[in-house]
């Protein structure tokens, strides 16, 4: 009785869920942990969805269900992912690129899903760059375009040598607890990936332009308000994508997979974000312009 009861929690089951209960077991997991359970809108929509399991026949019309309800829980970064659109969705893996212009760096990161030696591989191409060219960097411009996420670690710390050491973010949920996001020594205590810096150096004093645009999102935008903590930083571009918050996944019987927004972030300047877009110091459609004028008035 205790493993029937408690067992879901973990995932754990001694038999199959019934379609009805399978769904049940999601909804009180969104109901608890969920950005957005405490208001008028969940209660209502909880209530309806608990009725609306009665009638389901199997575990797909139970996500269909789960599907239509789960961004009220969370908000619109929150989704249900099936195991048939788990196995639809390729492997995409791309390189950051860097470019040094007589000691103007620019770096562009990409969104990052692969692997944990790619995301070393991800991590430690910027991080080595860093190393070897640290006497002749005058600025860097961190290029977040189109970045619209995966995991913020090899992102964050590929560039960790230039933002300063302790708290870069902490994650808010709706009941205030806060969880810290620390850089320490070439460590960060979130994102996925498990990552060994070749280097723990720090560039000092270095102007860091970054650009963001519409598509910059999830991840991408935790990654531009890590570099909040930048003493010379300036930010360019347009509004970024507005998914400024944290997801946990919460894995179902079926392999299916709760995406849920459990918390908002706040930046190093104490400014909560909850799917808020990161606004540009400068709107520009000619960001690498703008950046470079900017970069300028320090020389």
Known sequence: MVIY???????????????????KIAIKKMNTYGYFTNSKAWQK???KALVDM??????????????KIIKV????HSQIVTTKQITTETEHYEEPTIINDNGLVTIHEPQFQGNTQ??????????????????EIKSIIIDLSNNNGGDMAPMILGI?????????????????TSERISLKKGTINAGGASIDLNHNIKLTNVPVAVIINKQTGSSGEMTALALKKVSKV????????????????FSLYTGTTMYL????????????YVNDPIVPDIQTNDPYGQAKQWINSFN
């Open 160 to 176: 960790s040598s230039i933002i300063p050491d302790g708290n870069i973010l902490s994650f808010v949920s709706h009941d205030g």
């Open 261 to 272: 927004t459990t918390a908002g972030v706040k930046d190093s300047k104490n400014k909560l």
């Open 5 to 23: 009861i408690y067992g879901p929690n973990i995932n754990f089951y001694l038999l199959p869920p019934s379609p009805e209960r399978y769904g």
């Open 73 to 76: 829980a969370g908000g619109k």
């Open 54 to 67: 009665h009638s389901v026949h199997n575990y797909d019309e139970a996500d269909a269900i789960l599907q």
């Open 45 to 47: 929509t909880e209530k």
């Open 234 to 249: 300036k930010y360019f571009g347009q509004n970024s994508a507005s998914f400024t918050s944290v997801n946990r996944p």
């Open 118 to 135: 790619q995301a070393n591989e991800y991590a430690n191409k910027i991080n080595d760059f860093l190393f070897k060219c640290k006497h």
